[in-house]
């Protein structure tokens, strides 16, 4: 089956944008997606719970978060409370098999509670590279997380071979 929206979008300048989403006047906003270019146990998994007011699903949460409870609201459902739990449950965590577990419930929570809906994955980034830099991946992710974009590429073993 497939599912269908209509959709008509409304631009807006970043800062105002933003005061919509704090202020609770948007019913849906649209967003370059999650930061985790190639997410592992041992990255946060900060962009899945509730930790701050800049994530455009749940800022009042996220501000609650942020302030200890000063601004914002709490979660208002059990499932986005377990989310925030689990964060700081990750943060304390010793050892990779902690933090690998609490990954796992925190993603089978965002996932099933389907809190943002990925919209296109896989994109294309070209980047513009002198002929001469060699050593450079021709195809590889460009995320910032992990690395930095380039950053897990090892970016140190590039080198000009002096011929442009």
């Known amino acids: 089956s497939q599912i269908g929206f209509k959709i008509h979008s409304r631009p807006s300048q970043r ?18 997606g999650l930061e985790n ?28 978060y942020e302030t200890k409870g000063a601004a914002g609201e709490a979660p208002d459902t059990p499932e986005a409370a377990l989310l925030q739990q689990l964060f700081e449950a990750w943060r304390a965590a010793r050892t990779s098999e902690e933090r690998r ?44 997380e992990p690395g930095a974009q380039f950053g897990i590429y090892r970016p140190d073993t590039f080198w000009f071979d002096g011929k442009g």
Not at 15 to 32: D, H, K, P
Not at 39 to 55: G, N
């Open 101 to 144: 577990e609490i990954w796992q419930r925190i993603l089978s929570i965002y996932s099933e509670q389907v809190y943002s809906i990925g919209l296109i994955g896989g994109i294309l980034q070209p980047v513009a590279v002198r002929k001469s830099l060699r050593n450079v991946p021709e195809e590889a992710v460009y995320n910032w």
């Open 15 to 32: 800062e105002v944008f933003r005061n919509r989403v704090f202020s609770g006047e948007t019913l849906m906003s649209i967003w370059y």
């Open 37 to 64: 270019g190639i997410p592992s146990a041992e990255m946060s998994p900060a962009e899945f719970a509730p930790t701050t007011q800049q994530q455009l699903q749940w800022p009042m949460w996220g501000q609650y």
